[in-house]
């Protein structure tokens, strides 16, 4: 029987050493650095990195051309170096103006907005050194490029990001609210099964099955966050409970009410694990993901 937990910690920790040996803490006086480590290890959910390794475990089962897990290690750090320079520049003032993250002081708040907009920078270009000097084939280097990049830029990440800034105060309709939150939170959860599939070598009907539960998986997780900033308080969130319902941002509860929303997330839940349903008990840790991101608390 599959064992989440054991599974879980195992993965964790081999991104949590990654992240360490990758941007030790300075005392040299090097603030950027000390600020970017600070950054990156707050600790966190860090499901990018784990959708990575339980998307790449599936082509154990199928014997395909897999890339070693040292090489998994490296994805891993890199997407979630762009998730934390986007969740640095994400509390400045002139975008979230939070103080808290993580439970912890926001990074603007610890150092300074400057060294915060810096830090966000050097983490952006300091992923895609990771993957640069990664040891595979330069096609798949390529590949895992092209996705961190589409899925975190203009047409992603940041586009999602674009149109909830415009939307404050504003009443949306279904369609755009679901397209902006499938760019500003689905887009990378999207990429890290991507990532995942090329180093796992899946093939194109495989990728595609979960380019779907991607899809899904993304736009709950977005709905469960709007669920839980109005059912949880601030230190069970480690971040500032409510902010967009103060803020006038429009988020699935304010679309559809507590009730709804909390169905609409159980449909998308569903969705997700019947299109896994395919792979046999090598999805189980893709099936365990999905399940904590629909169930968790914070």
């Known amino acids: 029987m599959f064992d989440w937990q054991a599974w879980h910690g195992q993965y964790y920790q081999r991104v949590e050493a990654a992240l360490e040996r990758s941007i030790p803490a300075q005392e040299d006086g090097d603030q950027l650095q000390s600020a970017m480590a600070y950054a990156v290890r707050a600790g966190g959910k860090r499901i990018r990195p784990l959708l990575i390794y339980a998307t790449w475990q599936l ?47 926001t990074t603007h708040k610890m150092y300074n907005e400057a060294t915060a907009i810096l830090v966000g920078d050097a983490l952006q270009s300091e992923a895609y050194s990771v993957i640069a000097q990664m040891q595979i084939p330069a096609k798949l280097k390529v590949q895992l ?57 899946l093939d194109l009907e495989q990728t595609k099955v979960l380019d779907q539960v991607a899809q ?30 103060e803020a006038e941002k429009p988020t699935f509860v304010s679309f559809m009410g ?34 904590w991101a629909f169930s968790r608390k914070s």
């Open 59 to 105: 082509g154990l089962a199928q014997a395909k051309e897999m890339q070693a897990i040292e090489q998994v290690d490296a994805a891993a750090i890199a997407i979630e170096f762009v998730h934390t320079y986007s969740l640095v520049h994400d509390d400045l003032p002139a975008m979230d103006n939070d103080d808290l993250r993580r439970g912890k002081p």
């Open 145 to 201: 490029i092209d996705e961190l990049a589409r899925n975190s830029g203009r047409l992603g990440m940041c586009k999602g990001q674009s149109i909830d800034l415009a939307s404050v105060g504003k009443v949306l309709n279904l369609e755009t609210l679901e397209k902006m939150h499938r760019l500003k939170t689905g887009a990378l959860l999207h990429c890290a099964i991507r990532m995942g599939a090329i180093l796992g070598g």
């Open 216 to 245: 899904d998986v993304g736009l709950g997780f977005q709905v469960t966050d709007d669920i839980l900033d109005v059912t949880q308080n601030s230190a069970a969130l480690g971040k500032t409970a409510g902010k967009d319902q």
């Open 258 to 291: 507590l009730e709804a929303s909390k169905a609409y997330a159980k449909e998308l839940l569903d969705k997700s694990t019947q299109a896994l349903s395919i792979w046999g008990s090598e999805a189980d840790p893709m099936r365990a993901i999905v399940q």
